[in-house]
């Protein structure tokens, strides 16, 4: 299971941090993707983390903003988020796959039930 946290009321310009928990398996051996879902539109694949923390990627819409970490010793992966834009208002997710980054979300074996950001003045 996958717990998400850290979601929020957040004025555009600010910062915001998720975590990503994970309980009953170990986070270590699966690359965590964080993915976001706004209403009416398609879940968007943000950034992914590899396994061992040595390759991360990132969507060109949030690239420079967000940065994908991960501490295997708290079983826990972090999306800081910077610079927030109203459109980056969306339920956010997270999920795992073994070992490897993929963008595909039918790839991904566990995922979270999502927390609310909303970017708003």
């Known amino acids: 299971q996958l717990v998400e946290s850290g979601g929020g009321l957040v004025q555009p310009g600010g910062s915001l941090r998720l975590s990503c928990a994970a309980s009953?398996?170990?986070?270590?051996?699966?690359?965590i993707g964080w993915f976001r879902q706004a209403p009416g539109k398609e879940r968007e694949g943000l950034s992914c983390?590899?396994?061992?923390?040595?390759?991360?990627n990132y969507a060109d819409s949030v690239k420079g903003r967000f940065t994908i970490s991960r501490d295997n010793a708290k079983n826990t992966v972090y999306l800081q988020m910077n610079s927030l834009k109203p459109e980056d208002t969306a339920v956010y997710y997270c999920a795992a796959v073994f070992r490897l980054c993929v963008w595909s979300t039918n790839d991904y074996d566990y995922w979270g039930q999502g927390t609310q950001v909303t970017v708003s003045s």
């Open positions: 983390i590899s396994s061992g923390g040595g390759t991360t």
């Open positions: 009953g398996f170990t986070l270590e051996y699966y690359a």
